[in-house]
T-cell receptor, first 114, second 115 residues
Framework: AQSVTQLGSHVSVSEGALVLLRCNYS??????LFWYVQYPNQGLQLLLK??????LVKGINGFEAEFKKSETSFHLTKPSAHMSDAAEYFC????????????FGDGTTLTVKP | GAGVSQSPRYKVAKRGQDVALRCDPISGHVSLFWYQQALGQGPEFLTY????????KSGLPSDRFFAERPEGSVSTLKIQRTQQEDSAVYLC?????????????FGPGTRLTVL
């Protein structure tokens, strides 16, 4: 069984400030972890993924995430927020015992204030 | 290159009607997934195809939901006798290969509203 908890359904930051979106997971087997971004009326776009290689993963648009097994966390960060980062972000976990069936968190809406 | 496309983008159905939602995956992609996304929630897995074989349908909420991918390319999700609780965005995703670490490419979704 696998599950994802995203802490904070809404996060608001000022432009240029640090972005931190939290994700904790539960998985009975070693997980693969993903962060997706969703803009209004669009599909999900992959930001980055962890697949048991380096624990610090760099993605697109300056985002990165660190896999911490001891904390069962995979938080998403970006040093400096940009207005275009305003969107909804989803964390997802996939157990490596199936063919890619992903379990998603409920999402975090990021607002960037000028 | 073309991404995953879905049609229609919006569908309004009266309760009790049957609907069919279409997904055109990226050409050559082996894996195809359907997800249901209720308002304010993350996507929830419905079913998975590897080529034309439906290998996992554990997420289909009832026997009113049926999916097919007869030629291993285009897929259709059919909902019979729609109910108000079926209102959601239905997302399709495809992946080039089989495997849990492969990126899934998502379509824009079909927003179904059941009145």
């Amino acid at each position: 069984a696998q599950s994802v908890t995203q802490l904070g359904s809404h996060v608001s930051v000022s432009e240029g400030a640090l972005v931190l979106l939290r994700c904790n997971y539960s998985s009975s087997v070693p997980p693969y972890l993903f962060w997706y971004v969703q803009y209004p009326n669009q599909g999900l776009q992959l930001l980055l993924k962890y697949t048991s290689a380096a624990t610090l993963v760099k993605g697109i648009n300056g985002f990165e995430a660190e896999f911490k097994k001891s904390e069962t966390s995979f938080h998403l960060t970006k040093p400096s927020a940009h207005m275009s980062d305003a969107a909804e972000y989803f964390c997802a976990v996939t157990a490596n015992t199936n063919a890619g069936k992903s379990t998603f968190g409920d999402g975090t809406t990021l607002t960037v204030k000028p | 290159g073309a991404g995953v496309s879905q049609s229609p983008r919006y569908k309004v159905a009266k309760r009790g009607q049957d609907v069919a939602l279409r997904c055109d995956p990226i050409s050559g992609h082996v894996s195809l997934f359907w997800y249901q996304q209720a308002l304010g929630q993350g996507p929830e897995f419905l079913t998975y195809f590897q080529n034309e074989a439906q290998l996992d349908k554990s997420g289909l909420p009832s026997d009113r939901f049926f999916a097919e991918r007869p030629e291993g390319s285009v897929s259709t999700l059919k909902i019979q006798r729609t109910q108000q609780e079926d209102s959601a965005v239905y997302l399709c995703a495809s992946s080039l290969e089989v495997g849990t670490g492969n990126e899934q490419f998502f379509g824009p979704g079909t927003r179904l509203t059941v009145l």
